[in-house]
C-alpha cells in the first residue's frame, strides 16, 4: 500500500518563507506531486517530481529524495492568498493516493 | 463551461436512500476518479477508472459503486446512504499519458449530508 504523512498546520508570515515537508511509503514510486485546495474549493496541481531534485515554478519549489521517501514543498514571498490546504500525492500515471494535508496560515 | 462538472453541487438525503452523484469531463481524459473528503482526513479514494472498461476499487469502497457510462462521464452511487457517508465528493480527470499525466483535474464539488 501508500501512505503518506504530512504536519497538520504551519504558520508563517506575510513576505516569509515557509516549508511544508511530506514523507512517505510506498512499494512502487511513479512520483510526487503537489495540490493547493482553498477552503470551500477543489484541489489545484501545483507541481511534480519524478526524480530527485528542485523543481521551481515561480514562487512555488518542490523537492524529492526518493532515497529518503521524502519531499517538500517551499513557498517563497509568502502573500496572505497562500493560505490554504496543501497536499502531497503519490501517484503519477499510476493511480494517486493524497496526504493528510497541510493547512498553511499567513499572517501579516 | 468547467473542464470538470460535478452534479448535484449540494444534497441532502436521508438513511437508506439511494444516491447518485454524476460527474462529466470536457478534457477527453481517459483517466476518472472519486475522492472523498472529510476534515483532517485529506482525500481518499473511492473507486478509479483508467478506461471505459477499467474500473478499479480505492482505499474506502465500500458502501459505494460507480458507472463509467462513457469516456467522459463517471457517476458514483450510494445504495443505502448512511450519515457516516456525509463528506464532501471530488470527481477528477487525469490523462493517460504525456505531459498532462502526472495532473489530476478536479471538479468542484459534492457536498452530501446523510441525516
Known amino acids: 500500500g501508500q501512505s503518506l504523512e504530512q504536519p497538520s498546520e504551519v504558520t508563517a508570515v506575510e513576505g516569509a518563507i515557509v516549508q511544508m515537508n511530506c514523507t512517505y511509503q510506498?512499494?512502487?514510486?511513479?512520483?510526487l506531486s503537489w495540490y493547493q485546495q482553498h477552503d470551500g474549493g477543489a484541489p489545484t496541481f501545483l507541481s511534480y517530481?519524478?526524480?530527485?531534485g528542485l523543481e521551481e515554478t515561480g514562487r512555488f519549489s518542490s523537492f524529492l529524495s526518493r532515497s529518503d521517501s521524502y519531499g517538500y514543498l517551499l513557498l517563497q514571498e509568502l502573500q496572505m492568498k497562500d493560505s490554504a490546504s496543501y497536499f502531497c500525492a503519490l501517484g503519477g500515471y499510476q493511480k494517486v493516493t493524497f496526504g493528510t494535508g497541510t493547512k498553511l496560515q499567513v499572517i501579516p | 463551461d468547467a473542464d470538470v462538472t460535478q452534479t448535484p453541487r449540494n444534497r441532502i438525503t436521508k438513511t437508506g436512500k439511494r444516491i447518485m452523484l454524476e460527474c462529466s469531463q470536457t478534457?477527453?481524459?481517459?483517466?476518472m476518479y472519486w475522492y472523498r473528503q472529510d476534515p483532517g482526513l485529506g482525500l481518499r479514494l473511492i473507486y478509479y477508472?483508467?478506461?471505459?472498461?477499467?474500473?478499479n476499487k480505492g482505499e474506502i469502497s465500500d458502501g459505494y459503486s460507480v458507472s463509467r457510462q462513457a469516456q467522459a462521464k463517471f457517476s458514483l452511487s450510494l445504495e443505502s446512504a448512511i450519515p457516516n457517508q456525509t463528506a464532501l465528493y471530488f470527481c477528477a480527470s487525469q490523462e493517460a499519458g504525456g505531459s498532462g499525466a502526472n495532473v489530476l483535474t478536479f471538479g468542484a464539488g459534492s457536498r452530501l449530508t446523510v441525516l
Open positions: 510506498t512499494s512502487g514510486f511513479y512520483g
Open positions: 517530481n519524478a526524480l530527485d
Open positions: 478534457k477527453g481524459h481517459d483517466r
Open positions: 477508472s483508467f478506461d471505459v472498461k477499467d474500473i
